[in-house]
């Protein structure tokens, strides 16, 4: 299941953070974040290499690869616009030679009863990649079929943290050597309108509510580690009660942010 989160750096107040997709939950991602964090504290005594190396990537997940991308070897942002050849290679059966892979797609087309025209065409495009792979041990080593997103706009910031679709956020504050838990999905009495006009001109008109985060720890890092079940129900308990706190008062200070957005938002579906 996709429960989204990220993990950043800074304080409650100023941080930057990447993105996570799956398990950001504590006993999955918080646990996580906390080992590695512990990792880095024990080698280095500090968390500037852990930030350094976080704020290089574009996702959570490649502090556990270091980064490496499996196309090009390079530890740079996520890959994206893999180019289909390289996504469908079996690197576990490549073919020894050109003509090796000939009677492999040969094999493969009238297995899959397809007619083999297109052939030594697939075979001239796939058989660069198998030869990088050979060599490099990458199929992509210059980056010809995919691409990196650049780090810095993979940046998650309090201005653009979308808190509706967030579900947990870990903040590793260096100075203070502690770790920041957020629960985010937290809904709020601040509403907006959401305006609809249809290919055909029509309008629909909906009211919808503003979501935020609120902080609900701040665990010292050389602290023994916590229970994360017992967090995450002191979480649910804590972002529940500023849900009633804030039901009753839309003019709560923690809400300005919320309150200082547009009040309409326009979703225009005519083409043009
Ligand atoms: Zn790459």
Redesign the pocket.
Known sequence: MSTRGFVGIGTPDHWEARYNHWDSYPTALGTDVWHTAQQFLQQDGHLQSFAQRLLGFTNWRQMATDGL??????R?GQ?HSINGRIAFLDRDHLPASRSDLVRQLRAQAKKFGRNGTSILTDAAAQWAIIENLHHTG?P??T?LY???DDPTSAAITPGTVDWLFMEWGYILDPDRLALHVYKGCVATPISYEQLFIRPDGQTDRYTQHRYTGTLTHTLALTEPEPDWDSLTREAHTHAEAMEALWAGHPDDEQLRPLQALPPIQIIDQRAG
């Open positions: 991308c499996e196309y090009c070897g390079q740079t890959p990458y992509d080593p980056a995919h691409q990196h």
